[in-house]
Nanobody, 115 residues
Framework: QVQLVESGGGLVQPGGSLRLSCAASGFTFSRYAMSWYRQAPGKERELVADITRDGGSTNYADFVKGRFTISRDNAKNVVYLQMNSLKPEDTAVYYC????????WGKGTLVTVSS
């Protein structure tokens, strides 16, 4: 059974940091590119960052460049999103996605940036 389980979300003050994790199971993790998306209330889901199967290449949305870092550990079947200098506009549900010939999505973890 394919599963992607996000964790690490929560309430953080502006300027703070969080690290999200996405634990994968039920498929060969190292054969999938991984992505983080987010969806704020009333807005469409948008790509935040993605990483190639071997972790050798990453890509970021302009609105997180220099603040967020995506990484993966293929030995542990986990992808991470380190989020620094958080802003209120980063408030959203964050989802991870695995992509090969098919896509798998997690159920998301809520990040709230507020004072």
């Amino acid at each position: 059974q394919v599963q992607l389980v996000e964790s690490g979300g929560g309430l953080v003050q502006p300027g703070g940091s969080l690290r999200l994790s996405c634990a994968a199971s039920g498929f060969t993790f190292s054969r999938y590119a991984m992505s983080w998306y987010r969806q704020a209330p009333g807005k469409e889901r948008e790509l935040v960052a993605d990483i190639t199967r071997d972790g050798g290449s990453t890509n970021y949305a302009d609105f997180v460049k220099g603040r967020f870092t995506i990484s993966r550990d293929n030995a542990k079947n986990v992808v991470y999103l380190q989020m620094n200098s958080l802003k209120p506009e980063d408030t959203a549900v964050y989802y991870c996605k695995a992509r090969n010939y098919v896509e798998h999505w997690g159920k998301g973890t809520l990040v709230t940036v507020s004072s």
